[in-house]
């Protein structure tokens, strides 16, 4: 059965940084493509990063995020810098069980975590 337990959201001021988590479980962790998206209040679900062999980053994070994985502890991070208010929203942890290629759609995922929350505030 696959898992996914977000952590490491909270509140933060503008300009300063969170590392998100994601604990994964329940099939081969390093043969999956990872993805963060995100979805704040009112608006539709946003790709933030996604990792394969290498990563992708949407352009709203690009430059301020760094998305990496750990094998071995069967884990996913999302380092965000220089948060900003528009940052809000419920972050969700994302497994492509059928792919090792990151993508910018949720088409592309099979399962998900719940959600951990970030609040940036100016």
């Known amino acids: 059965q696959v898992q996914l337990v977000e952590s490491g959201g909270g509140l933060v001021q503008a300009g300063g940084s969170l590392r998100l988590s994601c604990a994964a479980s329940?099939?081969?962790?390093?043969?999956?493509?990872m993805a963060w998206f995100r979805q704040a209040p009112g608006k539709d679900q946003e790709f933030v990063a996604g990792m394969g062999v290498l990563p992708l980053y949407s352009d709203s994070v690009k430059g301020r995020s760094t998305i990496s994985r750990d094998n071995a502890k069967n884990t996913v991070y999302l380092q965000m810098n220089n948060l900003k208010p528009e940052d809000t929203a419920v972050y969700y942890c994302a497994v492509g069980l059928l792919t090792m290629q990151p993508g910018r759609t949720p088409e592309r995922y099979t399962d998900w975590g719940q959600g951990t929350q970030v609040t940036v505030s100016s």
């Open positions: 329940g099939w081969t962790f390093s043969r999956s493509a």
